[in-house]
């Protein structure tokens, strides 16, 4: 929404009305829409019905998106929805031939991006720095990563913070390095700030069993670009995508599987001049092209281009 609020401030033909579901009413929806008179809608999954019903009947003829941003983890929970919508918004481009295809919609892949306001370069106490952190939930996924890593974990300066760590097989030798709950972005940002190796370890595409067409995770997910926005150092599950947001090795660093996972960790922790270069140039290329506000232009360029193909 602050993306949004800044483009509206800096280009020509472009202005928007946000409506929280949860603190606006459905009459104050339908005076923003007889007074606003907008091309067009988008609508967050959460938000998606009834609402939906709602826009139509008020403004009956503009185009409505469904706007997802948990593909394809949670495809089982909205795929139903898509019918409903005139097409697609998504954050993964592993999901686009589906709703193009199968569901028969136009959709467009808008990949997640930073604010960097939240995420910046900072100096940290003592008590934000590891050798090695990871924030981030336990999925299903993550966990016989980091059991499979507790030997090397165990003779480093470690953090791992987030939800249900506990189930870790490992969890008692590791805990003195575990912080169990949630933390705000500012507190995140801190600790990739004190990390010399921030891991991203993505999502397995079904960790939950909600993602029944099996379609592919191919694009990095927000984290990828917090860190970088940090300008900290991070090793990330290879992504189908990850190239085309940073030159490999040079910019940005992945990783396929354990052992080669732990050979990079070893490689740079002992290499700092490299690190450090590495990551200068990923915080570059995410501050020039991947905030939420590049990534909101474009989308509005996307916007327009899909109006105008509708009018012909």
């Given at each position: 929404m602050s993306a949004f609020e800044k483009l509206q401030k800096n280009m020509r033909n472009f202005s928007f009305q946000p409506h929280y579901t949860t603190s606006h009413s459905l009459p104050s929806l339908a005076e923003k829409i007889k007074r606003f008179r907008p091309h067009i809608a988008l609508v967050f999954c959460k938000d998606a019905h009834p609402i939906t019903a709602h826009i139509r009947k008020w403004a009956p003829t503009i185009p409505i998106g469904l706007w997802v941003v948990n593909d394809p983890y949670h495809l089982k929970d909205y795929e139903w929805m898509v019918s409903s919508y005139d097409f697609?918004?998504?954050?993964?481009?592993?999901?686009?031939?589906?709703?193009?295809?199968?569901?028969?919609?136009?959709?467009?892949?808008?990949?997640?991006?930073?604010?960097?306001?939240?995420?910046?370069?900072?100096?940290?106490?003592?008590?934000?720095?590891?050798?090695?952190?990871?924030?981030?939930?336990?999925?299903?996924?993550?966990?016989?990563?980091?059991?499979?890593?507790?030997?090397?974990?165990?003779?480093?300066?470690?953090?791992?913070?987030?939800?249900?760590?506990?189930?870790?097989?490992?969890?008692?030798?590791?805990?003195?390095?575990?912080?169990?709950?949630?933390?705000?972005?500012?507190?995140?940002?801190?600790?990739?700030?004190?990390?010399?190796?921030?891991?991203?370890?993505?999502?397995?595409?079904?960790?939950?069993?909600?993602?029944?067409?099996?379609?592919?995770?191919r694009t990095p997910n927000n984290r990828t670009f917090d860190i970088a926005a940090c300008g900290s150092f991070q090793l990330a599950t290879k992504r189908a995508d990850l190239g085309r947001f940073y030159q490999m090795n040079k910019e940005m660093v992945d990783y396929l599987g354990i052992e080669d996972l732990k050979r990079k960790m070893i490689y740079y922790l002992q290499h700092e001049h490299q690190r450090k270069a590495i990551a200068r140039g990923a915080y570059r290329r995410t501050l020039k092209e991947h905030t939420y506000v590049a990534r909101m232009r474009k989308l509005v360029g996307i916007l327009h281009g899909y109006l105008q193909k509708r009018k012909r």
């Open positions: 697609m918004l998504t954050q993964d481009s592993g999901c686009v031939p589906y709703y193009r295809r199968v569901k028969k919609r136009p959709s467009f892949h808008v990949p997640l991006a930073v604010n960097p306001a939240d995420y910046r370069p900072m100096n940290v106490p003592l008590s934000y720095q590891s050798d090695i952190c990871f924030i981030g939930s336990a999925w299903p996924g993550r966990l016989p990563v980091i059991d499979r890593l507790h030997p090397f974990l165990l003779q480093k300066k470690f953090i791992i913070i987030g939800d249900g760590w506990e189930k870790l097989k490992h969890y008692q030798q590791l805990k003195r390095g575990i912080i169990s709950k949630k933390i705000p972005p500012d507190e995140v940002a801190r600790y990739y700030n004190g990390a010399k190796i921030v891991l991203n370890i993505h999502r397995t595409s079904d960790d939950l069993g909600r993602n029944p067409r099996k379609l592919p995770a």
